[in-house]
């Protein structure tokens, strides 16, 4: 066989509740409890002063610093964690015992095998365009002055997405292996070779490490997305703590990359949402926006730490801080604990790169919206173990809606720090502050139930419309290796977000012949935080010859929430006419409202026979919710019913049908607390179900394009219903499916192609509701949606370099209320694009070509948002 030669040219609360890291949160008490609603309770309340212990006992109401279940339920949590970690040494002998002759090789001077976290040299720039992939190596070896080897037959027919930026030798040939089925040895100093993965890495391709063996710790870095130039990502992290094969995880699982997220110019999280498969995003009007899936509403993981209840209804800080965002759909129990069926979204951070690099960009376009951004990477000292980010954007623009504006300013900071060649400690934090104001919540419609057909532009709220926010968060996560098998993580996140509002808004209907509508006056102020923490081990061992990968861990969260709000006087006014002075009135209803969930999991890969996964898994949780009146009175405290020990099982099965083709079949619990009460004073049962989900996942052309097919049935039970003898209670007896099938592809057909693609069906229906009968169960979600997004970079002639995108939105009908329909529409989008120097990219990109005209939130008699017409987006990004 030929042989092909390239060149050589904190503190602890007195509670024992937890080991609070950040404190992020003004106004913190000195006494050491460490929770936010125990901090938050001394604060100045409006008009009645800081409340002493005596007064909150003689108001009977339980100091949230007092000892209790929560706080008891927190502090076994840690006690977990703790345990968790001190497990570590336990194993540690064993795993040091089983790879003393890796960590003797890979640690000796002169190896020429870099650890795993370690990264190898200096870094170098590379520019290598999509294509051969033994043209592209040839390149590899000339730009990186890295003598290369390979077996010519190997590369036959394989193409690369190609590579630009500044990268380390070994970061770079790794990049341009991804998809490949390829990964390479180090021959010597700088000089490597070329080999095929072995077939026993069941968790992906190494990506980072440069050895060839069964490595945990090689795949840590092995999802980022910031360079690869590509709509597809081969690993992610969104149903595991480790980077995983999307061909291994037996549910849908789509990846919004960062190419992508440059590409369409995408600013938010709604932005990506509404671009990816089975999702529907309705915008909310004040900058906010909630998200469904499947019939149900989304979860939320930021890099893996699950919150529930943490996007819907809530500000998200910009897309520059995020490498990709990750969607799984269905239920994800496992590592969310409590949650609907609609699925996760994990927003996956940015992390350091192994050389400096600078991105720096702006947008421009209609209604005067500029976004400039930078994003600096850079090793602070010489062996690059130091290493740090800094990512800061802004925005300022108004609206398709008259007198509507935002701005928005963040800055994000990120510290990788290898303490030895085997332990990594990473820490993060980020502010953002957004004002968006005036806006406005949009139009209703006729009490006849037609639509008012107002001009797009129509603005309906009042000019003093506001909407402040900021928020802030940060981020530890401490990772060690021990060997190539085991690994043990530690995750601590902080997060807060501070709101208020002061706004006018229509609701209840327009009188057809009188024009007159109600108008509501409005304010609130929030104060919500969150803290959570997650620790866990992956571990691989052999079980008779056959590989089997552990994972074992616990989480805890919890959620304290502030809310203040107050009202004005409703009035009855002329639509065409509506004038409001700004109201002047004190806040006349608050409450205080926890909420904790913890939880152990533990999930088996068992790989019992060629070609075949079997997934199997559980978690234990425990959940609990209090809420307390404070304004007007503090008299009335809430605790609405909690859970202890709940099991939701999961399993799942994966067949290797061809090297490009997998089936999978997969069942998967739900389980959701309820906080409605019945007419007895009781709590209702939490909402349980199940979903099956069956399918095939492919990687055709070397990995280059991936592709899947997904059918689901889901079923819940246990759903509140309103109580036909007292509408003011509720009962358990609401039982619902969602069907569907979901069919993606994404990826790099051919040089210079990117495409993603996605298309559902979806059928949703109420079995037993004694409101909606058989209704369908989530009407905003169309029964047939397709999205596609695409670009052609013309790779040769003349016109090198020039590039063309399309974008293509397509929904059927949709309502809110059973009674108002819009019908299909397709909403079109068109790129044109060049890339000056390796160095320097423009685009130019209009939205809405056809200027269609349609509802992205239907009215009913309150708040309805047109979709944005016709609109044009420049942008200039350079990297260096």
Same mark, same amino acid.
């Given at each position: ?55 909150? %006992?003689? !108001? ?5 610093? *007092? =000892?209790?279940?929560? @706080?008891?339920?927190?502090? $076994? #949590?840690?006690? &977990? ?107 010597? %100093?700088? !000089? ?5 993965? *072995? =077939?026993?890495?069941? @968790?992906?391709?190494?990506? $980072? #490490?440069?050895? &060839? ?48 997220i440059l590409d369409q110019n995408m ?67 496992? @590592? ?301 405290r809430s605790g609405q019913p909690g ?170 009908r949709t309502s809110r209320d059973y ?62």
């Amino acid at each position: 066989m030929g042989s092909l030669t390239i060149g050589q040219d904190g503190e602890r609360s007195e509670d024992g509740a937890f080991y609070r890291f950040f404190d992020l949160m003004p106004g913190a008490s000195a006494s050491g409890r460490g929770f936010a609603d125990c901090r938050a309770m001394r604060q100045t309340l409006p008009g009645k002063g800081h409340q002493s212990q005596k007064e909150r %006992s003689d !108001a009977n109401i339980p100091s949230p610093c *007092s =000892s209790g279940k929560p @706080l008891r339920r927190a502090a $076994v #949590s840690f006690l &977990l964690l703790a345990g968790t970690t001190a497990f570590t040494p336990l194993v540690m002998k064993k795993a040091s015992a089983q790879t003393a002759n890796y960590q003797n090789s890979t640690s000796r001077p002169g190896s020429g095998a870099p650890s795993p976290f370690h990264p190898a040299g200096p870094g170098v720039n590379i520019d290598i365009p999509a294509g051969s992939l033994s043209d592209a190596l040839v390149t590899f070896s000339t730009q990186a002055h890295a003598p290369l080897t390979s077996q010519a037959p190997m590369l036959a027919g394989k193409t690369t997405a190609g590579l630009r930026g500044t990268f380390t030798p070994p970061a770079a040939l790794s990049r341009l292996l991804q998809g490949t089925g390829l990964s390479y040895l180090p021959t010597g %100093s700088h !000089a490597y070779k070329v080999v095929v993965a *072995s =077939s026993a890495i069941t @968790l992906g391709p190494v990506r $980072v #490490s440069g050895q &060839l063996q069964q490595s945990l710790a090689g795949l840590l870095d092995s999802a980022d997305t910031l360079h690869d130039g590509r709509y597809s990502a081969d690993r992610v992290t969104v149903a595991g703590k480790l980077p995983l094969s999307v061909r291994q995880i037996p549910n849908s699982v789509s990846v919004v990359t960062q190419q992508r997220i440059l590409d369409q110019n995408m600013v938010s999280v709604e932005d990506v949402l509404r671009f990816t498969t089975g999702v529907t995003a309705s915008p909310y009007g004040d900058g906010t926006a909630y998200f469904m899936s499947r019939g149900y509403t989304l979860d939320v993981q930021y890099d893996g730490m699950p919150v529930v209840s943490g996007i819907q209804y809530l500000p998200q800080f910009d897309m520059m801080m995020y490498d990709r965002v990750e969607v799984m759909r269905g239920p994800t129990g496992l @590592l969310q604990g409590t949650g609907s069926g609609a699925g996760s979204v994990n927003l996956v951070r940015k992390h350091t790169q192994d050389a400096f690099a600078t991105h720096v960009g702006v947008q421009a376009g209609s209604w005067n919206n500029v976004r400039p951004y930078i994003d600096i990477n850079a090793p602070l000292n010489a062996s690059h173990t130091l290493r740090a980010r800094i990512v800061a954007s802004g925005q300022s623009a108004d609206s398709f809606v008259h007198e509507v504006h935002q701005s928005e300013a963040m800055l994000y900071a990120i510290v990788d720090y290898d303490i030895d060649a085997q332990t990594r400690l990473t820490v993060s934090g980020s502010y953002q502050y957004s004002d968006r104001g005036p806006f406005d919540y949009g139009q209703s419609r006729y009490t006849n139930n037609k639509f008012l057909n107002f001009p797009r532009s129509a603005f309906f709220g009042s000019s003093w419309n506001d909407s402040p926010n900021s928020m802030g968060e940060g981020y530890v996560n401490i990772t060690h290796s021990f060997g190539k098998n085991l690994i043990w993580s530690t995750s601590v996140i902080d997060r807060y977000l501070d709101s208020s509002g002061i706004y006018s808004y229509m609701g209840g209907g327009v009188n057809f012949n009188t024009k007159l509508s109600k108008y509501f006056e409005q304010s609130n102020l929030n104060r919500q935080n969150m803290i959570g923490a997650d620790s866990n081990l992956n571990y691989r061992m052999n079980i008779m010859g056959r590989p089997v990968d552990f994972l074992v861990g616990t989480n805890m969260y919890q959620v304290y929430k502030r809310s203040l709000y107050g009202s004005g006087p409703t009035s009855a006014l002329n639509i065409f006419d509506a004038v409001l002075p700004k109201p002047n009135f004190p806040y006349s209803g608050g409450n205080d409202t926890t909420t904790e969930q913890w939880g152990a999991y533990a999930q088996a890969r068992l790989h019992p026979i060629k070609n075949l996964t079997l997934v199997l898994g559980g978690r234990v949780s425990s959940y609990w919710a209090d809420s307390r009146t404070i304004l007007p009175e503090r008299l009335t405290r809430s605790g609405q019913p909690g859970v202890e020990g709940k099991l939701t099982p999961n399993a799942g099965m994966l067949y290797d049908l061809t090297r490009e083709l997998t089936a999978y079949f997969s069942f998967s619990s739900i389980f959701t607390p309820q906080t409605e009460l019945t007419a007895s004073g009781g709590g209702l049962k939490p909402v349980t179900g199940r979903q099956y989900e069956a399918g095939l996942k492919g990687a055709f052309l070397s990995g280059n394009l991936l592709a899947f097919l997904a059918a689901f049935q889901l079923e819940t039970n246990n759903r509140a219903v309103g109580d036909p003898t007292d509408i003011r209670y509720y009962v358990s007896s609401g039982r619902a499916r969602s069907r569907g099938v979901e069919v993606e592809i994404n990826g790099r057909p051919l040089p210079g192609w990117n495409i993603y693609a996605g298309y559902t069906w979806l059928e949703t229906q109420y079995l037993s509701d004694p409101v909606y009968g058989n209704l369908s169960l989530q009407p905003e979600e169309p029964k047939h949606n397709f999205k596609l997004w695409s670009t052609y970079t013309i790779q040769r002639g003349m016109l090198k370099d020039l590039s063309f995108g399309t974008g293509l939105l397509v929904s059927s009908r949709t309502s809110r209320d059973y009674v108002v329909w819009q019908g299909g529409y397709t909403v079109l989008d068109l790129q044109v694009g060049y890339k000056v120097t390796p160095h320097l990219s423009t685009t130019l990109t209009v939205n809405n070509v056809a200027d269609k005209v349609y509802w992205a939130r239907l009215p009913t008699s309150y708040y309805g948002s047109y979709g944005a017409p016709r609109s044009v987006m420049a942008a200039i990004r350079s990297e260096f």
